[in-house]
């Protein structure tokens, strides 16, 4: 059973702009940290980026001062605003809890293309 429901992805050419969204329950939302992790073809999964529930976050190098997540409180969604996208960054995105690992959502692709 799925709990985390990532969209938002879609083609850009580089330098443009994707927000990404993490949906899911308000028992899992409350009490976890969210991480946002991606898988580019022929490479492992990923850490991105994550958000604790009081709002601390935590970004890998490469994508810090592009990337920003945030979490909604009244939607139960955390977003991944990603600004200056490179080549780089193409990738399946995906979401989840790193404390207590759900199954994987479907992810939401993200290409960036000339």
């Known amino acids: 059973q799925v709990q985390l429901v990532e969209s938002g992805g879609g083609l850009v050419q580089p330098g443009a702009s994707l927000k990404l969204s993490c949906e899911t329950s308000?028992?899992?939302?409350?009490?976890?940290?969210i991480a946002w992790y991606r898988q580019a073809p022929g490479k492992q999964r990923e850490f991105v980026a994550s958000?604790?529930?009081?709002?601390?976050?935590n970004y890998r190098d490469s994508v810090k001062g592009r990337f920003s997540i945030a979490r909604d409180n009244a939607e139960n969604t955390v977003y991944l605003q990603m600004n200056s996208l490179e080549l780089s960054d193409t990738a399946d995105y995906y979401c989840?809890?790193?404390?207590?690992?759900?199954?994987w959502g479907r992810g939401t692709q993200v290409t960036v293309s000339l």
């Open positions: 989840n809890t790193p404390a207590t690992m759900k199954p």
């Open positions: 308000r028992s899992i939302f409350e009490v976890n940290v």
């Open positions: 958000i604790t529930p009081g709002g601390w976050t």
